[in-house]
């Protein structure tokens, strides 16, 4: 048998196992076992170089032949496979569009979020802007420059949180207020100012009521005719927006900070008849934020002539409204993270106002 019967041979041995090959794996064996790296065209072609001269061209051109004839069976026998699988997938994978959707758990805004985006959204109206602070503050932005020095008894009524003494004796602190803000802000822009501070405040005070981590909102308005009449107004209107009870009674009583002369604390009109507390009715009331005229020496900490300017601020706990507004009755429940209180007490995102949609 000469060299080119044998390759004849080989030629239609390799074309009849790919015609009856029945899947891909068996395509891909043929094709190592044909042409892979020691396959049998490739071998042969290898062997090139021991035919004599005069034959090497014609038997190339007849191994290269072999090859691609090889190579062209291969892939159209991997295709019939290829396509005969996707018919097979797409006959199994269809969709059925009228299934029932499988109904995704959705998460929850906390009420602390809540209560926050409600506050700015209403203040916003106002033309408030949002400023912040850090929580790490210093005794000058915490208490002295809100004419709470040293001494000041107000620096034990907070329980401070204070940090190691540095090397240079300094003592810094978490701040137990939203209101050194208020300075940092006066330090950073003159007027008019028209802020308000949500954010995060501790204390080292933990029961019923209280708890060591708690948030507040501060607002700041300075400008040159800003008076007591703005404060009044601005935060009866406030509590109203807040409480969503248009006529709710909100009265102020004289009261006392070492940052507002003069000071007072707001109340809403309540009734606990029955021990149980509701807003808008009867003949009590229930005090909800801290609020005054700005000391001029905490404008002058502040850089800010008292001459010129004069200003409102008001200060309250994010928890206790939250707890009044939405009838919570622990505030520690708040950080204990049970997934079923917050499913109870959460919003659905589509609920926070935001600043562009207003309440
Ligand atoms: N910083 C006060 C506190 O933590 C709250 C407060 C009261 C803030 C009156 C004010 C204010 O800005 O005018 O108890």
């Given amino acids: 048998m000469t060299q080119a019967d044998n390759i004849d041979a080989y030629a239609s041995e390799t074309g009849a196992a790919i015609d009856a090959a029945a899947s891909l794996d ?3 064996k043929i094709r190592v076992a044909a042409l892979g790296r020691s396959g049998t065209v490739t071998q042969w072609m290898k062997s090139l170089g021991t035919l004599p001269k005069d034959e090497r061209a014609a038997a190339g051109a007849r191994f290269n032949q072999l090859r691609a004839g090889i190579e062209e069976k291969l892939a159209a026998a991997a295709q019939k496979f290829e396509a005969a699988a996707l018919a ?3 006959a199994t994978e269809r969709v059925d569009v009228t299934l029932p959707v499988k109904s995704e758990i959705a998460g929850r805004i906390h009420p602390i979020s809540q209560t926050i985006a409600e506050v700015v959204a209403i203040f916003g109206e106002m033309g408030f802007r949002v400023a912040e602070g850090p929580h790490i503050e210093d005794d000058f932005y915490n208490f002295t420059a809100l004419n709470i020095p040293p001494e000041h008894p107000a620096r034990q009524e907070h329980d401070t949180f204070y940090f190691p003494e540095s090397a240079e004796g300094h003592r810094r602190l978490l701040r137990t207020h939203t209101s050194p803000v208020q300075i940092r802000t006066m330090l950073a822009q003159q007027p008019p100012i028209r802020i308000i501070v949500p954010g995060r405040t ?4 933990h029961d019923a009521t209280h708890s060591p981590m708690f948030h507040q909102v501060e607002g700041l308005v300075i400008d040159e005719s800003t008076h007591m009449g703005q404060l009044k107004g601005c935060l009866i209107d406030f509590c109203r927006a807040f409480f969503g ?3 709710l009674p909100v009265r102020f009583r004289a009261s006392y900070f070492p940052f507002t002369e003069p000071s007072a604390e707001v109340d809403i009109g309540c ?3 029955g021990g149980e507390l509701k807003i ?3 003949a009590d009331w229930l005090e909800i934020l801290g609020c005054g005229m700005v000391n ?4 002058e900490y502040g850089g800010i002539d008292p001459a010129k300017y004069q200003g409102f601020a008001f200060g309250m706990g994010v928890e ?7 009838g919570i009755p622990d505030l520690r429940t708040f950080y204990d993270s049970d997934l079923r209180w917050l499913r109870h007490y959460g919003f659905l995102p589509l609920d926070v106002p935001s600043m562009v949609g207003g309440l």
């Fill in 26 to 28: 068996e395509i891909e």
């Fill in 88 to 90: 097979a997938r797409l």
């Fill in 202 to 205: 501790f204390r080292s005070d």
């Fill in 245 to 247: 009870i248009d006529h």
């Fill in 271 to 273: 009734s606990r008849a």
């Fill in 280 to 282: 808008g009715a009867g």
């Fill in 296 to 299: 001029p020496k905490v404008l």
């Fill in 320 to 326: 206790r409204i939250a707890m009044l507004k939405y």
